[in-house]
């Protein structure tokens, strides 16, 4: 083979080299980015399942709506009333939970949740708020149901982990003799009009 042959040969590998790989990086970029797009998917039939943690309170678990139904919550909230059990023999308990809001203007109107949660988790628990006593602050990590199909459609939570956040405590209220003023006056003039309207009565006859 002559070198004049020998050099075309060369001069047409080279030439085909350089259309071939321009193409090849062409395809690998193409197959790159579908395996993107199918990373990427999003399948817009797929049912939500649940799996989204709400941080969110109990004045909202309260007035929530179909959104939040069988989501998973977490909440805050002052034990209050009794332990109540679940089933006779069951594992598992029903608490109460306040929302923890703070007087305004001297009223109170705090929202409340059902949780229901395991003995375990209750046995935590050392103080339920009524008079005399604050009940224990907890976190409650568990799944909302706006009516629940196990119990008699209430709105719940069920519980899967319980925290205490701060230890319950007694109150001790004093005895203030000033605060009995009022209704002892008023009852002392109640008692004297009576007694008015009774001899201004014998006095009619």
Known sequence: ???MAKRLMALGFALVLALALPLFAFAAEAADDQNEALQNY???RQIPDGSFLYDTSIEV???ADILYDNTTV???GEVVGDRIAA???SNSSWITLYSLHKKVNETYN???IQVYVSN???DTIDTYGRYNAHGTHVQVNGTFHL???DHDGISDIHADSLQVVQAGAKVNDPLILSEFFPGIIAVALGLLLMLVYRRMKERAR
């Open 1 to 3: 083979m002559s070198k």
């Open 42 to 44: 999003v399948n817009e």
């Open 61 to 63: 678990l309260a007035s």
């Open 74 to 76: 977490v909440v805050m």
């Open 87 to 89: 089933d006779v023999g």
């Open 110 to 112: 705090p929202s409340s």
């Open 120 to 122: 375990t988790l209750a």
């Open 147 to 149: 009516a629940c199909v």
